[in-house]
Structures are given as structure tokens and as C-alpha cells.
């Protein structure tokens, strides 16, 4: 059986809508990520995920992987 968790991201460093867009699409493509929104409006992200296939860390990890954004998980 398939547990889907879920995270919520503080992501800065986005400029625009196509920040947004583009970090999305980078979690969306990563294998055991099921779903993930981002909101440059909001600076922030949820994203659903399977912890079997991939980590918090790693999810952090592909946020951060232009050096651009900063991400963090949110405890609330």
C-alpha cells in the first residue's frame, strides 16, 4: 500500500509567476512526487509525495538546485 505524505515549502528567492512554474515542474518530474503547487504570491509550495521513493532532503535538494531559492519546511 502507498502512503502519500504531504509538505508544505517557505520557498524564496522566486521572482515571478514563471519561478513558480518552473520549480513545479521540477518537483512534478521527480520520481515519487505525486502532486505539487507552487505560488510565487504565496512563496511557497505543498507537495504530496510517496517517502518510499524520495526524501524530504531530496525534494529540498531539487528546489534548491539552481542556487537560486531557498526552501525550508514549514511546521504548521
Given at each position: ?5 504531504k ?9 515571478c ?5 518552473g ?20 512563496t511557497?509550495g505543498?507537495?504530496?509525495y ?5 526524501s ?18 514549514c511546521?504548521?
Amino acid at each position: 500500500m502507498v502512503k502519500i505524505e504531504k509538505i508544505k515549502l517557505k520557498i524564496d528567492g522566486m521572482h515571478c509567476g514563471a519561478c513558480a512554474n518552473g520549480i513545479q515542474m521540477m518537483l512534478i518530474y521527480k520520481n515519487g512526487v505525486s502532486t505539487a503547487e507552487v505560488s510565487y504570491e504565496k512563496t511557497e509550495g505543498v507537495v504530496e509525495y510517496d517517502p518510499e521513493k524520495i526524501s524530504i532532503d531530496e525534494i529540498l535538494k531539487t528546489v534548491t538546485s539552481t542556487s537560486e531559492y531557498r526552501a525550508t519546511v514549514c511546521e504548521d
